[in-house]
T-cell receptor, first 115, second 111 residues
């Protein structure tokens, strides 16, 4: 079945460092890919998405490119801030077996940014 | 964009009692509501999908008699954890549209 694998955390960076969180997926169809962010004590917020190969999603300085050839959707940011400290989830949405769409989440990567 | 309001944000209850969690879709007609559970340091796992005016569909391994879901209108879906036990302690999150909107979550602690 479909799955999402993302790098284990926690990831600890200093402010203004470059961030990469790796995410790879397996899917039988042509999924849409997402990154969500979860701040402490809060629900998920959609950070960015890409719906087809070679699309680049971007938001708040974060970006990720849908790479079909490597089945990857790595999250990057050029200069992180303390306020970026959160848990980041990679996810895919694909046609489920019953005909409806299902969203499958990776395990999440916790990011700590030090001042 | 749509706003999803989940209530309560956190709740502590005694073992054996029931807890109701409400999920309101304030400006989005939610014909479907997805209910997730998230254990500490783990990812979200889909528990069930509720459909307005009909029975919910539960994922494998989720007890439908323990996690009662009601979706009576396009703006409100509720999840009731019946006869709660400490192992039910978790973060519960609802979503009317999985690729866009999520509630802020309800942290349930059963003591």
């Amino acid at each position: 079945g479909d799955s999402v694998t993302q790098m284990e955390g926690p990831v600890t960076l200093s402010e203004e460092a470059f961030l990469t969180i790796n995410c790879t997926y397996t899917a039988t169809g042509y999924p849409s890919l997402f990154w969500y962010v979860q701040y402490p004590g809060e629900g998920l917020q959609l950070l960015l998405k890409a719906t087809k190969a070679d699309d680049k999603g971007s938001n708040k300085g974060f970006e990720a490119t849908y790479r079909k050839e490597t089945t990857s959707f790595h999250l990057e940011k050029g200069s992180v801030q303390v306020s970026d400290s959160a848990v980041y989830f990679c996810a895919l949405s694909d046609q489920g077996g019953t005909g409806g769409f299902k969203t499958i989440f990776g395990a999440g990567t916790r990011l700590f940014v030090k001042a | 964009g749509a706003v999803v309001s989940q209530h309560p944000s956190w709740v502590i209850c005694k073992s054996g009692t029931s807890v109701k969690i409400e999920c309101r879709s304030l400006d989005f007609q939610a014909t479907t509501m997805f209910w997730y559970r998230q254990f500490p340091k783990q990812s979200l796992m889909l528990m069930a999908t509720s459909n307005e005016g009909s029975k919910a569909t539960y994922e494998q391994g989720v007890e439908k008699d323990k996690f009662l879901i009601n979706h009576a209108s396009l703006t409100l879906s509720t999840l009731t954890v019946t006869s709660a036990h400490p192992e039910d302690s978790s973060f519960y999150i609802c979503s009317p549209k999985q690729d866009a909107f999520f509630g802020q979550g309800t942290r349930l602690t059963v003591v």
